[in-house]
């Protein structure tokens, strides 16, 4: 199974937005219902940010939103700050009820 | 807090079995629907998802991988563990163990154990 496509780097200053797409073949992305998504800061694991394509754990900040269409989902960061330079991956399901990562996407803060 | 905390040793040879314990605390590996998996990350690369067991005992493993994994729970013990067989220096990894809610069609990794470098010697 191929990983969900994602671009390998993005950027942004501080207090711009940025958007992480995840795009995967139709036939799992596009009808599987919901996406996660981690940051993972070097060297400590990854956290989950979005959960259900939209949904933010308690204590994630509101500045980091989901959203999916079709086959592609994509995470947009707001106000970015220092802090949220990081790697970030994305997850949903397979048709065949496998789990599958996006290749990540990092994130630098100029 | 639910907290995991894998163990294993940190070195294996070519062509041995790769063998991780994941520890389970604040919290009983039989409590609620949970699935509990294994994810790995080479050096410098993406995740790869390994497999996961549900409470039940069912299991589900990565296709790429499906013929040397195998993942067992001891619920006497609060951990789960990971069996990978005829490893190569491609095993070579940090390999983390989390918690994954059993929700239809929502994959919901939450919390994850600290990770485990593993390397593959020849």
């Known amino acids: 199974q191929s990983a969900l496509t994602q671009p390998a780097s993005v950027s942004g200053s501080p207090g711009q937005s940025i958007t992480i797409s995840c795009t995967g073949p139709?036939?799992?992305?596009?009808?599987?219902?919901?996406v996660s998504w981690y940051r993972q800061h070097p060297g400590k694991a990854p956290k989950l940010i979005i959960y259900d394509s939209t949904k933010r754990p308690s204590g994630i900040s509101n500045r980091f939103s989901g959203s999916k269409s079709g086959n592609t989902a994509s995470l947009t960061i707001s106000g970015l700050q220092s802090e949220d330079e990081a790697d970030y991956y994305c997850t949903s399901y397979t048709t065949a009820n496998t789990l599958l990562f996006g290749g990540g996407t990092k994130l630098t803060v100029l | 807090q639910v907290q995991l905390q894998e163990s294993g040793p940190g070195l294996v040879k070519s062509s041995q079995t790769l063998s991780l314990t994941c520890t389970v605390s604040g919290g009983s590996i039989n409590g609620g629907s949970y699935y509990w998996n294994w994810i790995r990350q080479p050096a410098g690369k993406g995740l790869e998802w390994i497999g996961r067991?549900?409470?039940?005992?069912?299991?589900t493993y990565n296709p790429s991988l499906q013929s040397r994994v195998s993942i067992s729970v001891d619920a006497s013990k609060n951990q789960f563990s990971l069996n990978l067989t005829s490893v190569t220096a491609a095993d070579t990894a940090l390999y983390y163990c989390?918690?994954?809610?059993?929700?239809?069609?929502?994959?919901?990794?939450?919390?994850w154990g600290q990770g485990l470098l593993v390397a593959v010697s020849s």
């Open positions: 989390a918690r994954d809610a059993a929700v239809a069609g929502s994959p919901w990794f939450a919390p």
């Open positions: 139709s036939s799992d992305l596009g009808t599987s219902a919901f």
């Open positions: 067991i549900y409470t039940s005992g069912s299991t």
